[in-house]
């Protein structure tokens, strides 16, 4: 079925006939479940025929092909009945110990917090029969996926559900490219969504295995976090399509949960690369894990803090934040001087509006930074609309080619990037004029006469953002107050 979004749009449809699915979230929920089993035994289907003696963690009548692959098969009130029991099998029943225990983890993780929400087994089997006809073998395959959870993330949104967004493939590529991990480097995203950094990653890192060992090796180095149930489940179906048999390292979890003081030298890695949630805020108690100079409730502001913890010395990271970040105040401030004494900020990407269109307006940018040396000298790059082009779409989205410019330009951190040289798009600030500013990094382009935004979208962004960080004040005003009646008690 070569029109994913048309399979996808008709498979909903189906599942708006029946009286247990509520709204979108739950029809998109009970696809993705569906999804994941169907990819995952076409994955043990390739798995038997390479490894000697292989077993599955999922006990035989419950494997897709034995149930689900019959266009006649089972359906009605048994179709109903069996799922229900095929949801308790792999909720508590699959094994623990051994290669066949890391599988079953995985399963276990992914259904942790899946529900089938559908009451008549007849329209579950047609839309079983619906995904059955979409073609994850072919050599499409990872396309066909991306496409699918591209759409799951648009229908996402327009149910209500802020916060998901799909990071183009044009910037996750750019951003491993310009990272370069090596083969033996492990590559962390700590709020890794449906998986794209670490899907671009891998692809980046295929071409250094020259054998099976270095096969092993780079599946060892893919790490993730997801605090929500169903990109959780889009990231490790992601992994599997991209070759990571046993994704135990994509964690359904949240990284904000642990204490900040907790995390040591053993939890840190050498490249991170991600797009944090923003403009949300934390539940209640998550910035008592943070010390009290990094409390807020900004999402994005919290990851900030961790990454720069989490990176080892030498470590490099790039990290996608809003233009809020670089004015705001508080804790965004201190933040920022972590970044220019504590890491080398060596280049900002600044990225035009529409990149993330159609889920949100805000202007973003790209931070490239090394951990262990201070900053000298801060390079920005100002990234332009394509000729002809004056917002992205869906029928024109950003293009890997359009970074070519910059690829270009890049220069070697090795030599201090001595090879830059200033150009209509690129300048650059010493870190003793940042800290004069008082750490704002919102400088624009001296290259181009000074304009005056009145793009709504970007005058209420900015607005959102003095408000978030007129809260981060109060927020870090409260913490010390609260640590210094703790004391006077």
């Not at 759409?151 to 493939?169: C, H, V």
Request: charged share 25%.
């Amino acid at each position: 079925m070569s029109n994913v979004s048309g399979a996808v749009k008709s498979i909903q449809d189906i599942m708006r006939k029946d009286v247990g699915v509520d709204g979108d979230a739950q029809r998109i929920s009970q696809m993705v479940w569906m999804i994941f089993l169907k990819i995952y035994d076409d994955r043990e289907e390739e798995l038997e025929l390479t490894e000697d003696g292989f077993t599955s963690p999922i006990p035989d009548r419950f494997r897709w092909r034995n149930w689900a692959q019959d266009r006649e098969g089972i359906t009605g009130d048994a179709l109903v009945k069996f799922v229900e029991e095929l949801f308790v099998t792999l909720k508590t029943q699959l094994p623990t110990i051994g290669d066949v225990g890391k599988r079953a983890q995985v399963i276990r993780d992914v259904f942790e917090d899946t529900y089938n929400y559908m009451k008549s087994g007849t329209l579950m089997r047609q839309v079983v029969n619906k995904i059955n006809g979409i073609d994850f073998n072919s050599t499409h395959d990872r396309h066909t996926f991306g496409a699918i959870y591209e759409q799951i993330l648009k229908d996402l949104q327009s149910a209500g559900n802020a916060g998901e967004f799909y990071t183009p493939r044009a910037l996750t590529k750019f951003i491993i490219d310009r990272l370069a991990p090596q083969l033996g480097e492990v590559v962390f995203d700590p709020a890794c969504g449906t998986g794209g950094f670490l899907a671009c990653t891998i692809d980046y890192k295929r071409q250094f295995v020259k054998s099976p060992d270095d096969e092993v090796l780079l599946q060892s180095t893919i790490r993730g976090v997801e605090k929500k149930a169903l990109p959780h489940m889009l990231c490790v179906t992601n992994m599997i399509l991209h070759g990571i048999d046993t994704p135990s390292s994509i964690i359904h979890g949240n990284t904000l949960e642990k204490p900040y003081r907790d995390y040591g030298e053993r939890d840190r890695v050498p490249v991170i690369a991600t797009n944090p949630p923003f403009g949300g805020m934390e539940q209640d108690g998550i910035e008592g894990n943070f010390p009290s100079n990094l409390r807020t409730r900004e999402t994005a502001d919290l990851f900030m803090a961790l990454i720069i913890k989490l990176l080892k010395h030498g470590g490099r990271a790039a990290v996608v934040l809003p233009d809020g970040f670089f004015f705001g105040e508080g804790v965004k401030n201190t933040l920022k001087q972590s970044l220019i004494e504590e890491c080398n900020l060596h280049t900002i990407v600044r990225l035009p509006n529409g990149v993330f269109n159609p889920y949100t307006g805000i202007k973003t940018n790209i931070l490239f930074f090394t951990k262990g040396t201070p900053t000298k000298q801060t390079w920005f790059y100002e990234h332009p609309y394509p000729p002809g082009v004056t917002s992205y779409n869906k029928t024109r989205p950003m293009q890997f080619e359009e970074f070519q410019p910059e690829r270009e330009w890049w220069g070697d951190e090795a030599n201090g990037f001595k090879h830059r040289r200033e150009t209509e798009q690129a300048w650059k600030i010493s870190a003793e004029d940042v800290a004069a500013r008082g750490y704002n990094l919102d400088l624009k382009n001296p290259h181009i006469a000074d304009r005056e935004s009145h793009d709504p979208d970007e005058l209420l962004a900015r607005y959102a953002a003095q408000q978030a960080g007129i809260q981060s004040l109060r927020d870090q005003l409260k913490a010390i107050l609260s640590d210094a009646l703790a004391g006077d008690a």
